[in-house]
């Protein structure tokens, strides 16, 4: 069943990113930053009063400017500015600081982020027992354990599809922060896996390993 708009999980933001929502929150249009940084309400809400207090600005900044007319020609009863310059002033300081709040709110949605995957990746560095390892090893049936480490040998048609999927193995890799050894014997490919600050085998090794089994059969790389 399709997710309502309302409950799909909001993607992360960047630290990137929300340094320059902030940016444009503080130094260019209160609400725009917001936006980008896909608080979709609080940012419609805060453009909206942005605007409206520009209008109400430059409807007073008209009125003034009719009013000294006025007293140059001597007119006896010019128009008073009123009121709306201090509202539109009002709104406008309103909608900025609540921008304000916004661009703090996603900084700290960044730092938390960010905390949660350095959590993620120390937990995954936790050395296996011997009791979790069998466990592991079941969902990786094709990878054989040797010591502290787990390994592969891939085979393909050739030398270039071999070339291919190891390139696409290092990508996965960098995304990981976890290298695997590498061994090239024209079109055969192996893979071993350990965690050396671990000390032995641990969750990434036999999260990399699936993520390899499953892109030779993604990518469709046929074995010879």
Known sequence: MPMKPSSRPRKSIS????????????????????????????????????????????????????????????EEHPNPAGWVGEW??????????WALVTSFSLF???????????????????????VQIPIALATVPAWK????????????????AAIKFVNAVAE??????HHPDIDIRWNKVTLTL??????????MDFALAQKADRL???KGWNTS
């Open 172 to 177: 996965l890799a960098e995304q990981a922060w």
């Open 108 to 130: 700290r949605e960044v730092s938390a982020t960010g905390l949660q995957s350095l959590e993620s990746f120390a937990a995954g560095q936790l050395k296996l027992d011997s």
């Open 15 to 74: 630290r990137v990113a929300a340094r320059n929502a902030a940016l444009v929150n503080q130094f260019a249009t209160p609400g725009l930053g917001s936006l980008m940084g896909r608080r979709w309400i609080s940012g419609a809400c805060q453009l909206l009063l942005a605007l409206t207090g520009c209008v109400m600005l430059l409807v007073w900044f008209f009125k003034v400017i009719i009013r000294y007319y006025g007293l140059m020609f001597d």
């Open 216 to 218: 030779q059969i993604a």
């Open 88 to 97: 539109g002033g009002i709104l406008l300081a309103v909608s900025w600081f």
């Open 145 to 160: 354990r040797q010591g502290d480490a787990i390994t592969r040998t891939f085979e393909f048609k050739d030398f270039f």
């Open 194 to 203: 350990t965690t050396h600050k671990a000390g032995g085998l641990t969750e």
